[in-house]
Structure formats: structure tokens, C-alpha cells
């Protein structure tokens, strides 16, 4: 007789089917995102240390500014941090946001021998965290997002929109933190889709899973989606 299955991995199995399912739809809904191609893996780092919470607009004004001030990253490095805070204001927390920056420049030229980071887009998440994971403001989350957005790895990164939106589907439980859940998730996204998921879930929550009063009666996922089902499980019977 087969041996049955045991409980942890069919829910794995289950968890998994049900995450592919996710990715499908969203991509018949939104379709499916096609990756920009290679960018600097050292500006995408800087960029996402700015984006720490703020929003991209103010991201970007901010990175924007730093550049204009200080067009190599040796002059934002030797640079006083209050000069850095003055540039990237807008973006907030600027006096923590300058210093880290500043270290991790620091770090860098002292470490690696300057300021490009091409080796990064070699390493898989645990060797990239092994490697800056130490340093202030670098965690699993930037990691992830310079490996999928600037070198194309396919990484799963978890932001404030993917992290509420998986734990509403009921793809990790609602206790998990945004590093769990990063883990967790790493196990659940179908190979190859990293990409496509992380940017569909963005859309699904500028637009339709919002933070207050998501719009379930248009989201493509409610059929599978654990908060839809609660939801309406509460609501009084016509």
C-alpha cells in the first residue's frame, strides 16, 4: 500500500497549488509584467534604503536629489551625513537614511574594493545576506529587491503591499512578519514567477486590495482567498 502523505507536506502541496492559482489569475487579470532588463545593483540599493517607509514618488525625488548633489557614489561616501539628510528629505527618516547610506558607501570601499555590486547578481539571497546583511538598512527585504528588480534572480521580495495582501489570501499565517513571511513565500512561488507575482500584488493593492476597505466584489482571487471568505461568511444572510 502507498504510504500516506504526511499532513505538513499536503499542506505545503496545497499551499502551493493554491499560490500558483494566485499567479494565473492575476496575470489573466492584469496580465503578465515583463522584467526591464539589468540595472545597477548599486543604485537599486541605494534606491530602496530611500524607500524605506515612503512611497516611490518620494523615493525617487529623493534619489533624484542625492545624484544631483553628489554625482559619484565616492563623493556621497566622504560627504558629511547632514549634507546627505538635506538632499534626501524628502523621503524621511533622512538623518538614520543618511548615515546608513553613507556606511554602507563606506563599507563598500574599504570591503569590495569600490562601488559596483555585479557579484551580487550572482549570489542567491542567503549568500547576499551573508555578505551585507550585516550592515544598517540592509535586509532580507532590500536584498530581494535588488536580486529580482536589478539582476532579474528570481526572488520573491515582500513588501508592505505583498505582505498583507498574502497573509489575506491565507498563503502565511496572520502573525507572520515580513521576514517569515519572505521565507515562507520562497517556498510557495511557482519557479519562474517571482517577478510576474510581486508585480501583479502590487497592482492588486494600489488598486483593488487596499490597506481600509479592499474592494473584494472586484478582486479576480476572492474564489480562493481566505479573507474574502470570512468576510462574507460574517455578513448577514438575504
Not at 84 to 97: E, M, S, Y
Request: with cysteine.
Amino acid at each position: 500500500m502507498p504510504r500516506p502523505e504526511d499532513p505538513a507536506d499536503a499542506e505545503l502541496r496545497e499551499r502551493r497549488e493554491k499560490t500558483a492559482w494566485f499567479v494565473q489569475k492575476l496575470e489573466e487579470h492584469f496580465g503578465e509584467p515583463v522584467w526591464k532588463g539589468r540595472r545597477s545593483p548599486i543604485d537599486s540599493l541605494i534606491k530602496t534604503v530611500l524607500s524605506q517607509s515612503t512611497n516611490d514618488r518620494n523615493r525617487d525625488r529623493a534619489y533624484e536629489e542625492l545624484r544631483k548633489r553628489f554625482p559619484s557614489w565616492a563623493e556621497v561616501a566622504e560627504a558629511d551625513p547632514r549634507e546627505i539628510a538635506d538632499a534626501i528629505r524628502v523621503a524621511g527618516l533622512a538623518n538614520q537614511k543618511s548615515v546608513r547610506i553613507r556606511d554602507i558607501l563606506q563599507w563598500l570601499a574599504q570591503n569590495n574594493g569600490g562601488y559596483e555590486l555585479d557579484k551580487l547578481c550572482e549570489m542567491d539571497i542567503h549568500q547576499a545576506l551573508d555578505w551585507l546583511g550585516h550592515l544598517k538598512g540592509i535586509g532580507v527585504k532590500t536584498l530581494a529587491v535588488v536580486l529580482m528588480f536589478a539582476c532579474g534572480r528570481d526572488v520573491f521580495p515582500v513588501d508592505t503591499h505583498v505582505h498583507r495582501i498574502v497573509r489575506r489570501l491565507g498563503l502565511v499565517p496572520q502573525n507572520a512578519d515580513p521576514v517569515k513571511t519572505f521565507w515562507m513565500m520562497a517556498e510557495l512561488v511557482p519557479p519562474g514567477k517571482s517577478y510576474s507575482f510581486h508585480m501583479n500584488l502590487l497592482k492588486l493593492g494600489r488598486t483593488i486590495c487596499k490597506a481600509r476597505n479592499p474592494n473584494c466584489s472586484a478582486c479576480p482571487l476572492r474564489q480562493k482567498c481566505a479573507y474574502y471568505k470570512l468576510s462574507t461568511a460574517d455578513a448577514p444572510q438575504n
